[in-house]
């Protein structure tokens, strides 16, 4: 994607900001311009007022005077001005790009996100996006001040000295452009190694601290610590090399400053040195060096601007992908309660992996409490997986209420099921907030009769702050059979035709695993029941048929009597 188009791009994401960058942008550039003023005329006044004083003349110092006050003020209020702007453009702007950048990546998982790192989302959704919001701080506002500063010089040269275009021009362009565009082509390779080698260390760093159990168990952590160390000397290696380019780019513009001075002094006495007022030729030379100061942050604003490039390639890279299930523009309405049909299903995660699901056909009505059974990789989840939408199925297709899957938006059809998961998630938010997941208009009885039936008011009565607790990243303060029972309680909530239970009492006690059956029992009634485990056990009370399933096929189906008789429910 070429940089124009990134940047406009960004800016059609940032629209509703515009009217605020456009105003930092203003204010920068009279801020800007106003201290360039004020070193010029404060310079001529200064050298007028000491040729005066030694000739013995008079001068009129109320306007200059009036002038250095006027451009003080105005650089000052700009300046605070600038800052208060821009900052406040910069920090709506963060939030409106990852906002959109969220709504654009949640319909892809999670078929799309699969294969795509967690710390790859991570560094998407900040890393790159703070470059992206750093082109209009780092790269805009210094660009336009540069911009606006090389006219006004221009124009001053263009009334009083002509002839020392010739001496500033060539400079101002080296430093705004050729300087820069050198650099950075000569830290391009780095900065794009740099950028994987950045990745790299932030992936290791998230399986260190996300696997330092295992890790640890292993007796693996120095391993672990060696990769890592060998992915940030890369890291470090590549941001030295970019640090001296850059030192060197920063570097550059004051000795060209000074010999653009020099220049715009010869010039003025080849041209004639009567003609030129010393007073003037000293506003000139001080003109000239507020021009390159303010010049003198784009060759950092051309490095930001390319880091902010190559970031708007990732994030526009991720969020143009479509989501593996296409929606239609209109979802169908069900015509009857949630009946389900699987007719010839097939479904595999990639283009040349394995089928997770091959040729499956399975009807399941209304009110029915089904449990389906089979080893690791069987197919179950990946059963619930296509009726939910999350993945596009390879053949065959599934009704859901009596409409085919593909003609009901996928929001809509996850709404009617209400699921358990094996790990339910639990965010770093209040227990209201996570019962809320399911239902955010639910009332306060609401809300008191779901906790009531899933047996969580014991564990309510016992937390610190009630409902207002916050119960910690991934539920680090909740056990795991109470994290069931939040996930069972919102499930209650939803109050969905269709439940889904998957290994809900998979890796708890044997004394949690039957308190809990009672909580589930509960959220069962009256509702249509999926139970994905590979072993019945104690469960088989939940359900009246079990469907056994073996490499992506269903391969049985009969009552849960005739299971148990079959010495198979264990």
């Not at 963060?94 to 892809?108: A, D, S």
Request: net charge positive; with cysteine.
């Amino acid at each position: 994607m070429s940089g124009a188009r990134s940047i406009g791009r960004l800016l059609a994401v940032l629209r509703h900001e515009r009217a605020r960058m456009a105003a930092g942008v203003g204010l920068a550039v009279m801020a800007g311009l106003a201290g360039a003023g004020l070193m010029a005329v404060s310079g001529w006044f200064i050298a007028a007022m000491a040729l005066a004083g030694a000739a013995g003349a008079a001068m009129n110092y109320y306007t200059p005077a009036a002038l250095i006050r006027l451009f003080a003020i105005v650089r000052s209020g700009g300046r605070y001005g600038e800052r208060l702007a821009t900052h406040d453009a910069t920090l709506r702007g963060l939030t409106e790009l990852r906002t959109w950048l969220l709504r654009r990546i949640i319909p892809l998982a999670p078929a799309r996100l699969s294969a795509v790192r967690s710390a790859t989302l991570f560094a998407r959704l900040r890393a790159d996006v703070d470059a992206l919001e750093q082109w209009y701080l780092a790269v805009l506002v210094p660009g336009a001040v540069a911009l606006a500063g090389v006219c006004v010089a221009s124009s001053a040269l263009v009334w009083l000295l002509p002839l020392a275009l010739l001496a500033v021009i060539p400079g101002l362009l080296a430093v705004a452009l050729l300087i820069p565009y050198g650099v950075n082509a000569a830290a391009r390779a780095d900065a794009r190694a740099a950028a994987r080698a950045q990745e790299e260390v932030r992936t290791l760093c998230v399986d260190a601290v996300r696997g330092h159990a295992e890790l640890l168990m292993w007796g693996q952590i120095a391993r672990q610590a060696g990769a890592l160390a060998r992915a940030d000397a890369v890291w470090v290696a590549h941001r030295r090399r970019l640090a001296r380019r850059e030192a060197f780019a920063a570097a550059l513009p004051g000795f060209v400053a000074q010999a653009s001075v020099a220049g715009v002094i010869v010039c003025a006495y080849a041209a004639d040195a009567q003609r030129l007022a010393p007073a003037l030729l000293v506003m000139l030379v001080l003109l000239v060096l507020s021009a390159y100061e303010l010049i003198a942050p784009v060759p950092e604003a051309m490095v930001q601007g390319r880091a902010a490039h190559d970031a708007a390639g990732r994030v526009f890279a991720l969020a143009d992908q479509p989501p593996a299930v296409t929606e239609p523009a209109q979802s169908a309405g069900m015509t009857q309660p949630p009946a389900i049909r699987f007719a010839g299903v097939r479904l595999r995660y990639a283009k040349d992996a394995p089928w997770a699901l091959d040729g499956v056909e399975l009807a399941i009505l209304p009110g029915e409490r089904v449990a389906i059974v089979g080893p690791s990789g069987a197919g179950k989840t990946s059963l619930i997986g296509a009726l939910q939408k999350f993945y596009p199925l390879g053949e065959g297709s599934i009704e859901f209420g009596g409409q085919p899957l593909a003609a009901l938006r996928g929001d809509d059809v996850r709404r009617q099921i209400a699921v358990i998961a094996q790990r339910p998630m639990i965010l770093n938010r209040s227990l209201r907030d996570n019962l809320l997941l399911a239902a955010p208009q639910a009332t306060t009885q609401e809300r008191a009769r779901a906790v009531q039936a899933s047996q969580l008011e014991a564990f309510v009565a016992g937390l610190p702050q009630g409902y207002e607790t916050v119960l910690g990243e991934g539920g680090a303060r909740v056990s795991g059979g109470e994290a069931r029972r939040i996930s069972i309680a919102r499930a209650l909530l939803q109050d969905a035709p269709v439940l889904v239970l998957d290994e809900p009492t998979e890796g708890l006690d044997t004394r949690t695993a039957q308190d809990l059956l009672a909580a589930l029992e509960t959220a069962a009634s009256g509702r249509t029941v999926i139970l994905i485990t590979h072993r019945l056990a104690g469960l088989a009370r939940l359900v009246d048929e079990v469907v056994t399933m073996e490499s992506g096929r269903v391969t049985g189906r009969l009552a849960v009597a005739a299971y148990v008789r079959r010495g198979r429910c264990v």
